[in-house]
């Protein structure tokens, strides 16, 4: 069983900046594509960035250049930096991988909220 595990998340106050990471409980277990999705309070989950494992990045159109996805392979670890926090992006942020010997899976972590007070 893969698990992935967040981290990172807290409370902040608007105009903070927080370091999303995500990895597996497992470091032998190599992660391909994997990306950073969003849930705030009453909202669907929604993706937010997203990174191949060459490092090639993609953001949704709405995603401003405060939102900075990244990856370390030599530490099996995927990150979302995050700048200036706004309240509105009160959410939990999920993130989600592939694995290497199996591009068809895809798997989650149970996220970690991240709390951006006025």
């Known amino acids: 069983q893969v698990e992935l595990v967040e981290s990172g998340g807290g409370l902040v106050q608007a105009g903070a900046s927080v370091r999303l990471s995500c990895a597996p409980t497992d470091n032998t277990i190599c992660l391909s594509d994997a990306g950073w999705y969003r849930q705030g309070p009453g909202l669907e989950r929604d993706v937010v960035a997203a990174?191949?494992?060459?490092?090639?990045?993609f953001y949704p159109e709405h995603i401003q250049d405060r939102w900075t996805i990244s990856r370390d392979n030599t530490k099996n670890t995927i990150y979302l930096q995050i700048n200036n926090l706004k309240p509105k992006e009160t959410a939990v942020y999920y993130c989600?991988?592939?694995?290497?010997?199996?591009?068809?899976?895809?798997?989650w972590g149970k996220g970690t909220l991240v709390t951006v007070s006025a």
């Open positions: 989600n991988a592939e694995l290497c010997d199996n591009p068809s899976s895809n798997h």
């Open positions: 990174i191949s494992r060459e490092g090639i990045t």
